[in-house]
């Protein structure tokens, strides 16, 4: 079993930053591919980014590429997530999630693989 802990959410103008935070204890956290997805009012949870569990490899949405960026320390048991020019769309409750079967080098943006989730952390991006 893993816990994860997300931090860093909060409200911040269009065009802003944010980097969220997700603290994991438990099993050894290199175990874990992990990931962030996001869910907005009235939607479904949808796939945001995941990297793998060396951190050398990593995999985004298509329509997030270049604005957000996905890290992990696992000296600290930590994955991060980089968010820059933040639109009102970015709002949703964004949460980590640790996927405990993939391969060493392997991600993937399939929620179902990901058995860990965090309680999640409110992005608000005003207009």
């Known amino acids: 079993q893993v816990q994860l802990v997300e931090s860093g959410g909060g409200l911040v103008q269009a065009g802003g930053s944010l980097r969220l935070s997700c603290a994991a204890s438990?099993?050894?956290?290199?175990?874990?591919?992990m990931g962030w997805f996001r869910q907005a009012p009235g939607k479904e949870r949808e796939f945001v980014a995941a990297?793998?569990?060396?951190?050398?490899?990593?995999l985004y949405t298509d329509s997030l590429k270049g604005r957000f960026t996905i890290s992990r320390d696992n000296a600290k048991n930590t994955v991060y997530l980089q968010m820059n020019s933040l639109k009102p769309e970015d709002t949703a409750v964004y949460y980590c999630?640790?996927?405990?079967?993939?391969?060493?080098?392997?991600?993937?943006?399939?929620?179902?693989?990901?058995?860990?989730w965090g309680q999640g952390t409110q992005v608000t991006v005003s207009s």
């Open positions: 999630a640790a996927d405990p079967r993939i391969s060493v080098v392997g991600v993937t943006s399939a929620l179902a693989e990901y058995d860990y």
């Open positions: 438990g099993r050894t956290f290199n175990s874990y591919a």
């Open positions: 990297v793998s569990r060396s951190g050398g490899r990593t």
